[in-house]
């Protein structure tokens, strides 16, 4: 049941900062006006009105606009009697137990405003006045004899009549009885404004950044009252009275302590210092806040890969360069799964994009490849991404990546870590329980690691390492318990709020190209364009090869499915498919791997057509797929030189003329499907005769074998 409230009209409402006061009450709610706002009203039922009372921004003031609270205002320098110490507080506490008991006396006709009639019922306004306040002889506890009880004497009858009317004309307000002498004292100023000058200067004296003793900054300050004393003495005028060294003190006990500290420290140091503390956003739903950064790890390793360092010698092995790798790491705030990880060299812009891609896709391959028992399906879109305010970051590729994606990028201040508490937690956490395990840790500090040969004992090379911090992600953090969920695991808080809420949609397939694939120009054929070898076409391409005076354009290839390519014909971007059907989900290292085994087996056969391909694709053994896996993780991840260098590599494409338009129906003549081999543009026929009969054919079939060799494999 709704319990109605009653208001006066000169009752004040404070709610969220705005403050109101009672027009109307009703049986159903009330009508506010807004203080200072005329004609600016709110309505609120009663059941509104109690959910109001109880929030901590509302304060309600009975009778704020009566005249006796105004003037009671201006008078008195607190607002409740709590606020007083606690001497002045039990002194007006008997004092109002005085008024009390004399109006009550008064109405019953025992005690009247004369002196006289004071004087005569005094006993019993003493009387009452001690049973009201629990002292004398109606204290609860009783005394034992011999004991000293003390009873404070009543005022006389001009006092208590003075203290009388004040409280009645306050509306019984024991704010009124508060003593004028509460805050009494001497006010004036003990030293002269030269003094208090100088006397200031300790503050700039201590806050210097030589971080100066107060001891010695109190000695210092004397010691410029001495030398004002001795050009005074000069001039003939009075010497200042040198303050003590306790007065220096306290006068530098009263400077801003926040300002001392900047002084001395800096700012960033002051403002970690002085930190308020929060209990961060509230974040509910998977993937609504998403944060990510970059770390030094813990740990020197072998700056190699596993296969490299197995063969070299062991002279080269004791030369060979160790250091200590980047980590970059998302993690997803509401769940506190691992959503992207990956190692670099330094922090740069392309590996932060290339960690920002993983965040869209399921990485349990990458699990697999690392022999984890657990999956790592953990991915999705993001609502917030949070940073710091890192050069990879900042870097105008990576934040016109976010962008483009449509998610909020948010960078707090530098210097701020706790801002982002959720991943400097988890790499806290992989300091704690992964790096003790490792050889070659360095410890959080030069003191906690003394004489540890951290680099003596560095065996860890980066596939080991990716392997490593993959196991701990996927099979120990996500699987462990966690403070901040209440206990529950990582995987656990996923697949419930995912069952609960959901998450975004990942961008699609067409957005993921243009954002993250690799930036390529391709001159237009009659089958597209070429990439790896492979030709692709759309209707745009081929529209454009009839009709466009441009005969170039720029395509974006996914290295991790090389089936279809995003390709800008004008401004518009469309997807253009492979030629060649088969090579759906095939990574590029695949296919370099599979061109290379055809290479090696047939030296002299130029023939690559889609079928030797795709089964030599199959051939390759999953250790070499997981390792082709496991390598994106680290810096030596295929980067733009390289597809540009196996490109060149390939010196005709893979195509097959029934398929390479993608619409032409295959022909019952089993001859006319065959694979056929297209020489370089510019070139004739490789079996057409030549008329050159000034070169021998050896040395003319060497010249023309080297220039297949071209860094453009259109050319």
């Not at 410890?443 to 040969?453: A, N, Q, S």
Request: glycine letters at 6%; charged letters at 25%.
């Amino acid at each position: 049941m709704t319990l109605r409230f009653r208001f006066s009209k000169s009752d004040m409402i404070t709610t969220a900062g705005v403050a109101m006061r009672p027009i109307e009450i009703t049986d159903a709610g009330g009508t506010f006006e807004r203080v200072g706002q005329p004609g600016i009203t709110e309505a609120f039922s009663h059941q509104e009105l109690a959910e109001m009372m109880r929030r901590p921004d509302t304060t309600y003031f009975a009778g704020y606009f009566d005249r006796a609270a105004q003037e009671m205002r201006l008078k008195k320098p607190v607002d409740l009697i709590s606020e007083l110490p606690e001497q002045i507080r039990r002194l007006v506490i008997w004092r109002k137990a005085v008024c009390d008991a004399f109006l009550a006396l008064e109405a019953t006709g025992d005690i009247r405003r004369t002196q006289e009639g004071y004087d005569h019922a005094r006993p019993r306004l003493a009387a009452e006045t001690q049973r009201r306040v629990g002292e004398g002889a109606a204290a609860p506890k009783k005394v034992r004899p011999g004991k000293d009880v003390i009873v404070r004497n009543l005022p006389g009858s001009r006092t208590a009549f003075q203290w009388v009317r004040s409280y009645q004309s306050a509306s019984c307000s024991p704010l009124a009885l508060i003593p004028e002498t509460y805050r009494s004292g001497n006010r004036e100023r003990f030293w002269c404004p030269r003094s208090e000058a100088l006397m200031n200067q300790v503050v700039e004296i201590y806050a210097d950044t030589q971080r100066p003793t107060k001891v010695q900054a109190i000695k210092e300050t004397q010691a410029r009252f001495d030398e004002e004393n001795r050009r005074r003495a000069e001039r003939g005028a009075p010497p200042l009275v040198v303050p003590s060294a306790a007065s220096i003190r306290r006068r530098l006990s009263m400077a801003d302590p926040f300002y001392l500290y900047a002084k001395r420290y800096g700012a960033a140091a002051a403002a970690k210092h002085f930190t308020l503390f929060s209990n961060g956003p509230d974040v509910v739903r998977p993937m609504e806040r998403v944060e990510m950064d970059e770390n030094l790890l813990d740990v020197i390793s072998l700056l190699t890969l596993t296969g490299i360092w197995d063969h070299l010698p062991r002279e080269r092995q004791k030369k060979f360069e160790s250091g200590r790798r980047w980590l970059y790491i998302a993690i997803d705030c509401a769940t506190k799964c691992v959503l992207s990880m990956r190692l670099a060299d330094n922090p740069n812009s392309d590996d932060a994009i290339r960690a920002l891609r993983q965040i869209f896709e399921d990485k349990t391959p990458l699990a697999q490849a690392a022999e984890c028992e657990s999956t790592w399906h953990h991915h999705g879109g993001i609502g917030t991404l949070v940073t710091d305010m890192g050069s990879a970051f900042t870097s105008d590729a990576f934040q016109g990546t976010v962008a483009s994606l449509g998610t909020t990028a948010h960078l707090p201040s530098a210097g701020v870590p706790w801002l982002r508490g959720h991943i400097e937690s988890f790499f806290r956490t992989l300091g704690h329980q992964l790096m003790p395990l490792l050889a070659g840790r360095t410890f959080f500090d030069t003191v906690e690691r003394g004489d540890y040969p951290s680099e003596t004992l560095a065996c860890l090379c980066d596939d080991d390492l990716i392997k490593i911090l993959l196991t701990f992600i996927v099979d120990i953090y996500h699987n462990q318990p966690h403070g901040s969920l209440k206990g529950e695991t990582p995987n656990a808080a996923w697949e419930r709020l995912v069952v609960e809420h959901g998450t975004p949609l990942v961008p699609d397939g067409l957005t993921l190209r243009k954002e993250f694939g690799r930036p390529m120009v391709r001159k237009l054929r009659g089958d597209g364009v070429l990439f790896a070898g492979l030709s692709y076409s759309c209707e745009a391409l081929r529209e454009a090869y009839l009709h466009s005076p441009t005969r170039q354009a720029e395509i974006r290839a996914d290295l991790s499915d090389i089936g279809w390519v995003a390709v800008r014909v004008g401004a518009t971007w469309y997807p253009a498919l492979a030629n060649q059907p088969g090579f759906d989900g095939i990574t590029f290292e695949q296919l370099r791997e599979g061109r290379r085994s055809i290479r090696q087996k047939h030296k002299r056969d130029a023939l690559l057509d889609a079928p030797k391909v795709q089964r030599a694709i199959q051939r390759i053994s999953e250790i070499n797929r997981r390792a082709f896996a496991l390598r994106e993780l680290t810096p030596f991840h295929m980067t733009d030189i390289d597809v540009a260098r196996s490109e060149a590599a390939l010196h005709y494409p893979i195509r097959s003329d029934s398929m390479r338009l993608g619409h032409i129906k295959p022909s019952d003549d089993p001859l006319s499907n065959g694979i056929s081999i297209t020489a370089p543009i510019g070139k004739g026929k490789l079996d057409a005769p030549s008329n050159d009969t000034t070169n021998p054919p050896e040395r003319r079939e060497r010249r023309e074998r080297r220039k297949h060799w071209r860094f453009d494999d259109e050319k």
